[in-house]
């Protein structure tokens, strides 16, 4: 079974690793439902108790695939599920908190996932428009009447943590970290770690880049995100190949997989990180959590810290247009 992590100091305590629920409803190929709920009861089986959506990831679709999954289950799991989008009939429009629309898709999010509760709500992204003052009261008032438990920001900036922090404890910021994508390093993670906040890492395998299968853009299907992702795109994907290399030398070398020293790399990182590598089926769920008894050491973990420094992966990790979402 998997051992226990704690995130923040209110008492959240989550599997070493959880379960990205995302690419089995978009972004990663065809969903298939049937294998994605036997993925979600595997994990449960195996220790996990920590599964990862939001209302955008469909849109509603994930939430609703998430909740049959948990039904009759739903004491065993810690739900994290995210607001924060505008979403109409074309799909994800622009941000807003406004606190009418935070309640509006919390009360969405609870029927979707046939549940009472939320166990850590985030603020998906933030909204330059809406004070975090008032999206945080909100989701405190939401935590006293019971509907979420704990409360997180996702891609949050060092200023919006500390003045959200400030109005009540946020347990979790959820953002991109992994071996390729290190830009927590310098200001996000010294904070985190001064206010008592955990770190949940989102695509801890590099969008699948770490995991020695990557295929360069044009490769993908129509409608899979990693065709437009830069850094998988031309020139910059011969240079992240021959970086992210090492990672699979490394694999060789301990008889391991390239994703589960990927992932030993961020557990190693601090006990206060719960990575969620995401998957929708169950051989790589398996993969993925054999990871938490890989121990890498610091000879091995320096080789890495060197192969893939922060700053050195080639391009930008979004398109112009997402990284405009991003508050640094």
Known sequence: MLATRTLGTQG???????LGCMGMSQSYGAPDDRESVATIHRALELGVTLFDTAEVYGPYTNETLLGRALEGRRDGALIATKFGWEIGSAGRGGLDSRPSHIREAVEGSLRRLR??????????????????????????????????????????????????????PVSALQSEYSLWERNLEAEIIPLLRELGIGLVPFSPLGRGFLTGT??????YPEGDYRRGDPRFQGA???????????????????????????????LERGTDFVPIPGTKRRRFLEENLAAAELRLGPAVMARLDAALPPGEVAGPRYGESMLGYIDR
């Open 115 to 168: 549940t009472d509760r939320i166990d850590l709500l985030y603020q998906h992204r933030v909204d330059p428009q809406v004070p975090i003052e008032d999206v945080v009261g909100t989701m405190a008032g939401l935590v006293r009447e019971g509907k979420a438990r704990f409360i997180g920001l996702s891609e949050a900036g060092a200023q919006t943590i500390r003045r959200a922090h400030a109005v009540h």
């Open 12 to 18: 959240l305590a989550v599997s070493a690793l959880g």
């Open 214 to 219: 990557a295929r360069r853009a044009e490769e």
């Open 236 to 266: 910059n994907f011969d240079a992240n190949m021959r970086a992210a290399a090492v990672v699979g030398e490394v694999a060789s070398e301990l008889g391991a997989t390239p994703a589960q020293v990927a992932l030993a790399w961020v």
